[in-house]
């Protein structure tokens, strides 16, 4: 009896031992585990929309755009050419220079043409290297016509709802870096002067609003022989910025799109309500729009 109570004993000493042992390992994993560094989402992504498009982007895919300490997000649309790719790289990279020394939060959508030549990164590379927070949209069609790349641009903004202040950045643009923390007090509109640099005609030409402190009081408008002036005049592509619920919200602002063809040219259109709207145009800088904190370099016309 005494022998069979013995060996009773070790086998439930051994099951214990088997037990504390099991729980001991799964202890020391899950505590492993919790140093174990998570997966991360990768840091370029191409995804492809329903639109007719790809987008290269490197962060997380989101329908809003990121907040930093309470600063306005600025969203910077530049169309590209496929005419001069070298050039075109170099203008890309001094830009992204520029950008990288700007406060953030910051966006980057940067519009790419269809390419003939399937062994052309190279936009793709220059974005990559920038540390920038960037959209890069290559488009499926052949649109060599910024305005139609800057609409396509637009309507992405407008699907994803990203929301801040939008400027079209030309590639051969210079810029004082006090401009983009101008930009970011615009509520609804803003416009301000640009100086075109011709250095082979020695002369500087001033596009944009004349203020009266920061109310627009009328347009600088090119000289033009025996021509009547447009109504609404031209402005400047790079001249002006707008709040992008525009697009998405423009009863928000009083505004409706009154035609198809209007929704389908968003640049037409917010063009057409800068220069017709009064009341919340802000002049930049507030100084009577006196200052020029952009240039646009003649080496545009290479591109």
């Keep these: 009896m005494m022998m069979g109570s013995q060996e009773r004993s070790r086998k439930k000493i051994h099951i214990w031992k088997k037990a504390i042992l099991h729980f001991l390992l799964c202890f020391v994993m899950g505590f492993l585990t919790g140093f174990t560094p998570t997966r991360r989402s990768p840091s370029h992504v191409t995804m492809l929309l329903s639109s007719p498009q790809h987008v290269e982007h490197n962060h997380p895919f989101k329908r809003s755009a990121p907040v930093m300490n309470g600063e306005k997000l600025v969203i910077i649309v530049s169309p590209t050419s496929t005419r001069n790719k070298l050039l075109r790289n170099v203008l890309l990279t001094r830009l992204a220079h520029t950008l990288k020394l700007v406060a953030q939060p910051l966006l980057w959508v ?11 990164p ?51 643009n210079a810029y004082d870096l006090a401009f983009f923390q101008e930009i970011r007090a615009i509520e609804a509109f803003g416009a301000w002067p640009i100086a075109k640099m011709r250095a082979n005609r020695k002369k500087v030409m001033i596009q944009g609003p004349v203020c009266d402190s920061s109310r627009v009081m009328g347009w600088h408008l090119k000289k033009m022989k025996n021509q009547t002036v447009e109504m609404p005049p031209p402005i400047h592509i790079s001249s002006f910025a707008f ?32 220069v017709e709207e009064e009341s919340t145009l802000k002049g930049i800088p507030t100084q009577g729009c006196s200052k020029v904190l952009l240039w646009e370099l003649n080496i545009a016309i290479q591109l």
């Design 110 to 120: 940067v519009v790419e043409p269809k390419s003939h030549d399937d062994h052309d």
């Design 122 to 172: 190279g936009v793709s590379q220059v974005l990559r290297k920038t540390g920038i927070m960037y959209r890069h949209l290559v488009c499926d069609e052949d649109l060599r016509d910024e305005d139609e790349q800057r609409n396509l641009a637009l309507n992405h903004i407008e699907h994803h709802r990203l929301s801040g202040v939008v400027h079209f950045a030309g590639l051969a």
């Design 243 to 274: 709040n992008s619920s525009i697009l998405w919200d423009p009863e928000r602002w009083g505004r409706t799109f009154s035609t198809q063809d209007a929704a389908q040219n968003s640049v037409k259109y917010v063009k057409k309500e800068v």
